[in-house]
């Protein structure tokens, strides 16, 4: 059997005991998880409602330790070869959209890097035994982006690792919910644009000189860039940024023949929400005023970060991709 065949029928094995996990993980709730590409699901019930189960963790959370665990993909994602032989680094690749761009990366013949903070190495590690078993090469790459040093740094390894470097999703974020401009510190402030605006910066300037025509860069932006929450202050406006140089870098890298795409996500289910990003009362009620009932699962994005990526994508530059689930934006 060829690889991707065999991995296609390993991958249609498990879907079922996929659902069956995260209905378990939401026992109060009626979901029928995600199942074979191709079937009809109402999105309603494929995942997951509020109320969900009050938590928090310590910023910047794990994946593994939230209730319900998010769906990146793990069990469900099919690839088919969309992205053979390709090189990708993933910021905030160990969970969320990072991680479900890595795992569809690595099942569409993509090796993939991923960086994370040090503290979310058990999320990470979960992450490269999942690119391993897709029989790509995996690259580990801990550190925290917030100076230009490690960003550097992390280009050079990621190059080094990978043999060569094609893909550059910017998607780790730092976003912290305070209700009142006057109790944003500085040092908050900062944190959120060295994460936000200079990492992104920092690793595009780095990486372009290894990037080929052909080669593409990915921003994660958001639903806030258009209409801001007003706990989101600082965040908000950072995706705002990323929207922004997603369109003027297009402009700019388009006669070298690359192309940059940014993704719009509305409420997903990941780490950053538990870990500050949002006030307790709206992790309990998360994503209930989404039209469909819910928040997004990190898995119905991965698709996007694909579709962006892939040579199919040719002719799309300067564009954001919405998962908003309803609200409007982008
Ligand atoms: P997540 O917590 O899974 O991912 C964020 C990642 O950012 C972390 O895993 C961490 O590795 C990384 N990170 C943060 N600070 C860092 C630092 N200083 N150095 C290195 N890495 C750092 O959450 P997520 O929701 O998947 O976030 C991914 C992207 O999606 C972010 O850009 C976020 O703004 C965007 N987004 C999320 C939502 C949502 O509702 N979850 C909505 C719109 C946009
Ligand atoms: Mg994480």
């Not at 309603?44 to 928090?56: D, E, G, L």
């Not at 903070?117 to 995996?138: F, M, Q, T």
């Not at 893909?167 to 730092?174: D, E, G, L, P, T």
């Not at 870098?249 to 950053?272: C, E, F, S």
Request: glycine share 12%; with cysteine.
């Amino acid at each position: 059997m060829a690889d991707t065949t065999r991995r296609q029928a390993l991958a249609a094995a498990t879907i079922g005991a996929a659902a069956a996990a995260l209905s378990r993980s939401a026992s109060a709730q009626t979901t029928t998880g995600p199942q074979a590409r191709g079937g009809k699901q109402d999105p309603r019930s494929k995942y997951p409602k509020p109320p969900f189960k009050a938590q928090s963790q310590p910023w910047p959370g794990l994946a593994g330790q939230m209730d319900p665990r998010p769906d990146h993909g793990e069990t469900s994602y099919v690839g088919s070869g969309r992205l053979n032989g390709r090189k990708a680094l993933i910021t905030g690749g160990d969970s969320g959209m990072g991680r479900a761009a890595a795992i569809a990366y690595a099942r569409e013949g993509a090796d993939v890097a991923i960086n994370y903070l040090p503290e979310e190495e058990p999320d990470a590690r979960e992450v490269v035994d999942l690119i391993r078993k897709a029989g790509r090469n995996a690259v580990a790459i801990p550190g925290d982006l917030r100076t230009a040093a490690f960003c550097r740094d992390l280009v050079s390894k990621a190059v080094s690792g990978l043999g060569g470097l094609d893909i550059v999703v910017c998607n780790a974020a730092r976003q912290q919910s305070i209700p009142s401009i006057l109790d944003v510190s500085d040092d908050e402030f900062d944190r959120t644009m060295k994460t936000n605006i200079y990492a992104p910066f920092w690793i595009i300037r780095a990486a372009l000189p290894h990037l080929e025509p052909g080669s593409v860069i990915i921003g994660t932006a958001s639903e806030q860039a258009y209409d801001p929450s007003p706990d989101l202050y600082a965040y908000a406006q950072t995706k705002a940024a990323t929207m922004n140089y997603v369109k003027s870098l297009a402009k700019q890298l388009g006669p070298k023949g690359i192309r940059v795409n940014g993704v719009a996500p509305g409420p997903i289910w990941t780490p950053l929400q538990i870990s500050g990003g949002a006030q307790q009362g709206k992790v309990v009620t998360f994503g209930a005023t989404s039209p469909l009932g819910r928040p997004g699962q990190p898995a119905e994005l991965a698709g996007i970060y694909v579709r962006l990526a892939e040579e199919d994508g040719s002719y799309t530059t300067g564009n954001i991709y919405g998962a908003g689930g309803g609200q409007g934006q982008p």
